[in-house]
T-cell receptor, first 112, second 110 residues
């Protein structure tokens, strides 16, 4: 079974803090994605990566950056957390775009 | 840009059928369908590829109209376990970007 592990289920951070969300997969998948999920807005793509050190902006990259130094790990960074970044963050991976994507359990981030 | 899903929500009685639609303004290479239950991660149901290939769930079917850039998910003889939010995801062009819609909340009542 594919395992996609996100480092925390729940996280509370203060405004202005630098926040790291980690995602690790164990299936050697090339593609990794970060989404945020908000009620009524569905899953919105923040960034994705199709190879080590390669990254591309999604639809809502403002206020976020990413890092992929190793194939199995994709990190989402909030440089200076703000209250409007309070959300559920989901990581996903897939080997090719012609097959299914696998999701992690999500990190519910609250910025106070 | 996110694909557009319709309807936003649907309520069924057990045994009834439902159709969920997904459309895009861009040319599509593949369409993914996922179901998410409350508090859980989205789970794969079906993928439809340009050219007509389909892979997925035995009891759920879907169509993909490449010319119209639309897909529909067909849920027949619904069961209580079908309740959840359904998302379509699209991938187009030469990159690996996978973009999802806003979701359709399906509620199946006894």
């Amino acid at each position: 079974d594919v395992k996609v592990t996100q480092s925390s289920r729940y996280l509370v951070k203060r405004t202005g803090e630098k926040v790291f969300l980690e995602c690790v997969q164990d299936m050697d998948h090339e593609n990794m994605f970060w989404y945020r999920q908000d009620p009524g807005l569905g899953l919105r793509l923040i960034y994705f990566s199709y190879d080590v050190k390669m990254k591309e902006k999604g639809d809502i990259p403002e206020g976020y950056s990413v890092s992929r130094e190793k194939k199995e790990r994709f990190s989402l960074i909030l440089e200076s957390a703000s209250t409007n970044q309070t959300s559920m963050y989901l990581c996903a991976t897939c080997p090719l775009r012609t097959v299914e994507a696998f999701f992690g359990q999500g990190t519910r981030l609250t910025v106070v | 840009q996110q694909p557009v899903q319709s309807p936003q929500a649907v309520i069924l009685r057990e045994g009834e059928d439902a159709v969920i639609n997904c459309s895009s303004s861009k040319a599509l290479y593949s369409v993914h369908w996922y179901r998410q239950k409350h508090g859980e991660a989205p789970v794969f149901l079906m993928i439809l590829l340009k050219g007509g290939e389909q892979k997925g769930h035995e009891k759920i079917s879907a169509s993909f109209n490449e010319k119209k850039q639309q897909s529909s998910l067909y849920l027949t003889a619904s069961q209580l376990s079908y309740s959840g939010t359904y998302f379509c995801g699209i991938s187009g062009g030469s990159n690996y970007k996978l973009t999802f819609g806003k979701g359709t909340l399906l509620t199946v009542n006894p």
